[in-house]
């Protein structure tokens, strides 16, 4: 039952005003919705959240980004696989449809291809990009992020806030503390730029964690499309030692980065 995993008078409250906010919000479609999940449970996530991702997960340890994240549901407890199946339900997903008013048909992504559970420690970061747009096996569309942070007690000065750039890379339009029981989503396109490039320095050396999912469709508008099918490109802030926003980056599925004298305008 869904309501072991959400807070059942959560999920449509005031859902006219969010579908607004969803769809007018800057720099491009979002929303940042708090205590909609059950605490119990992502309290569980937390203690059992992997000691060492770096084990079975997948390290990333470069300029652009210096992060963990695991998305072997092998190796996640039963409680992260139970709310993981959740948020790949067909209610979650009519609610993310509804929500954020995409007209193609969201679908889950079974497999956690570049999602599963995210960890950074002190020193971590994620430089401003836009994702991957096409899922490697399906080739189904990416169209939606969903990110659900499990940190407790998290303050500004640690760092770690995810950022949200508009599509010139101009300006930081929003900054957004990853606190406990908060979940973020947003639209994806090629120039949804995001990331959290603040390095994370918490004095306690709690490392900042959290859960993203990725939604699908078969198609989407050609508007939100202008480089082709793409992996990873990371973008350099204004002022920024941030790697060189005048190169496409491809990031192949792994650790490899390509540099390509393709323009981003």
Same mark, same amino acid.
């Given at each position: 039952m869904f309501s072991k995993k959400i807070k059942e008078t959560n999920i449509l409250n005031d859902i006219e005003n969010k579908i607004e906010n969803y769809l007018n919000n800057h720099p491009f479609p979002h929303i940042v919705i708090d205590d909609l999940f059950d605490e119990n449970i992502l309290n569980n996530i937390i203690n059992e959240f992997p000691k060492d991702l770096a084990i079975n997960g997948e390290v990333y340890n470069n300029k652009a980004e210096k992060k963990v994240t695991l998305n072997k549901t092998e190796q996640f407890s039963e409680t992260t696989n139970n709310f993981i199946n959740f948020l790949n339900s067909n209610f979650f997903i009519k609610y993310l449809q509804k929500l954020t008013s995409i007209k193609e048909t969201l679908i889950p992504d079974p497999l956690l291809i570049g999602g599963g559970l995210h960890e950074l420690r002190n020193n971590g970061h994620l430089n401003i990009h836009s994702?991957? /747009?096409?899922? &490697? !096996?399906?080739k189904l569309d990416r169209r939606l992020n969903?990110? %659900?942070?499990? /940190?407790? !007690?998290w303050k500004e000065q640690y760092g770690g806030e995810l950022q949200l750039w508009d599509k010139n890379m101009t300006a930081c339009y929003k900054k957004i503390l990853p606190i406990f029981n908060r979940m973020v989503v947003f639209s994806t396109t090629d120039f949804s730029y995001h990331g959290n490039p603040t390095k994370v !320095? /918490? &004095? !306690? /050396? %709690?490392?900042?964690k959290s859960i993203a999912m990725y939604y699908y469709s078969n198609g989407r508008p050609s508007h939100e499309v202008e480089l082709g099918d793409h992996s990873t490109i990371f973008r350099k802030r204004p002022g920024s030692s941030d790697a060189d926003g005048n190169l496409y980056y491809k990031k192949l599925f792994g650790k490899i980065y390509i540099k390509t004298k393709k323009k981003i305008k």
């Open positions: 994702d991957f /747009n096409r899922h &490697p !096996n399906t969903v990110l %659900i942070y499990l /940190n407790k !007690n !320095n /918490n &004095p !306690n /050396n %709690i490392s900042r």
